[in-house]
């Protein structure tokens, strides 16, 4: 066996496992709120918060706009590359061609944007694994809002499995977006903090 035969064949039983994984969490009952994903392994629930949400809406809102809602996705398991990664974006835009796999989930290769928007308890998780992941599955840009900070990080063209410094704008400020795939000026005076 090649090592390319084995990473592939490592993949296929990280899909089965984590559609294992879904299959029990979706029979548990998980509070009405809180929101469910898998990163690099292991199990996270953390609860929605407001500010949380109205970041996320406003985001998502901002590229509904532009390219309509049945491109733009909140809260939707799509698996992305490394050791059982079954993220729920807080906002990702699929590629006008993207299409479901033959399992019916999104398929990473087709998500042109994601924004997370930071939750105390799994910040690590935003800043670390998932930025890795993203740039692994070569994400065009990634955009991460933290109310705790009054922040956005904008990371752009993934090389070598990592993002370059990103570039940081206090909220408040406009994050011109132009020249990117979303091709937009996302307004941030509004996005309240915690």
Known sequence: MTVLEDRIEMADADAKSLDEWFERL???PVPEGYRVEIVGGNVFMTPQRDTHWNITFRI???VAAKFGMERVFS?????FPGHKNGFC???ALLKDSAKKDDKGHWRYQ???FVAEVISQGTAANDYGPKRIAYAEAEVPLYVIADPYQ???HVYTDPKD???ADPVKVDFGTDIDLTGTVVDLVLKTDAFPRD
């Open 60 to 62: 998502a809102g901002a």
């Open 110 to 112: 087709d998500v042109d």
């Open 89 to 91: 974006p807080d906002v």
């Open 75 to 79: 809260d939707v398991r799509i698996d």
């Open 26 to 28: 979706e029979r548990m």
């Open 161 to 163: 499995g990592d993002y």
């Open 150 to 152: 009054g922040r956005c």
